[in-house]
């Protein structure tokens, strides 16, 4: 059980336009979920947290109007990167906790933007 | 902010050897337990074990053990018996801040050799 599954597992994209990725939590609801980016052989850099029904938290130095984050219902949180260039291409991954486990924590397979 | 370090950023280990990866994080709060978690090169996070800050006993789970000192804040991840399917990137993490978001250590690379 709590499954997060997230699309795509790959995007290349061009400069300029941009991309989405949705997390799905199948089997619960997922309340709050987390965005995090990592760059090849570095560690997983939170981006930003995400609750239903209310706006994002970013971390620090994220550009909140570059990376929109949308939690619409329990189910489904996704990730806007807009205006893509290539510094954006990095591997992004979602979590979310899982209750009733207090701290259970539940990642998507991640996806891996290139931009050309 | 939180800061968590792994200090080996590459490790090799011989099959059917045990591999300690050492974990240390820099906060004083003692409330959040900590958790490992191994990402083979496709990118998903493969949870490992987890031990509350609270519990008597170090957590284990199979091969994997957590050898976790609160007093020097530190978690240690032990691997028995190391397979090739061992070999990944492991990062330990820890919960920290508002909605308990993981806050992740800088990883290490563990190659698993015949």
């Known amino acids: 059980g709590a499954v997060v599954s997230q699309h795509p597992s790959w995007v290349i994209c061009k400069s300029g336009t941009s991309v989405k990725i949705e997390c799905r939590s199948l089997?619960?609801?997922?309340?709050?979920m987390f965005w995090y980016r990592q760059f090849p052989k570095q560690s997983l850099m939170l981006m930003a947290t995400s609750n239903e029904g209310s706006k994002a938290t970013y971390e620090q130095g994220v550009e909140k109007d570059k990376f929109l984050i949308n939690h619409a219902s329990l189910t489904l949180s996704t990730l806007t990167v807009t205006s893509a260039h290539p510094e954006d291409s990095s591997f992004y991954i979602c979590?979310?906790?899982?209750?009733?486990?207090?701290?259970?924590?539940?990642f998507g397979s991640g996806t891996r933007l290139t931009v050309v | 902010a939180q800061k968590i370090t792994q200090t080996q950023p590459g490790m090799f280990v011989q099959e059917k050897e045990a591999v300690t990866l050492d974990c240390t994080y820099d906060?004083?709060?003692?409330?959040?337990?900590l958790f490992w978690y191994k990402q083979p090169s496709s990118g998903e996070m493969i949870f490992l074990i987890y031990q509350g800050s609270y519990d008597e006993q170090n957590a284990t789970e199979g091969r994997y053990s957590l050898n976790f000192q609160k007093a020097r804040k530190s978690a240690n991840l032990v691997i028995s018996a190391s397979q090739l399917g061992d070999s990944a990137m492991y990062f330990c993490?820890?919960?920290?801040?508002?909605?308990?978001?993981?806050?992740f250590g800088t990883g290490t690379q563990l190659k698993v050799e015949l």
């Open positions: 993490a820890r919960p920290a801040g508002g909605g308990n978001k993981l806050t």
């Open positions: 906060t004083s709060d003692q409330s959040y337990g």
């Open positions: 089997d619960f609801q997922a309340t709050t």
């Open positions: 979590s979310a906790r899982v209750p009733p486990v207090v701290y259970g924590y539940t």
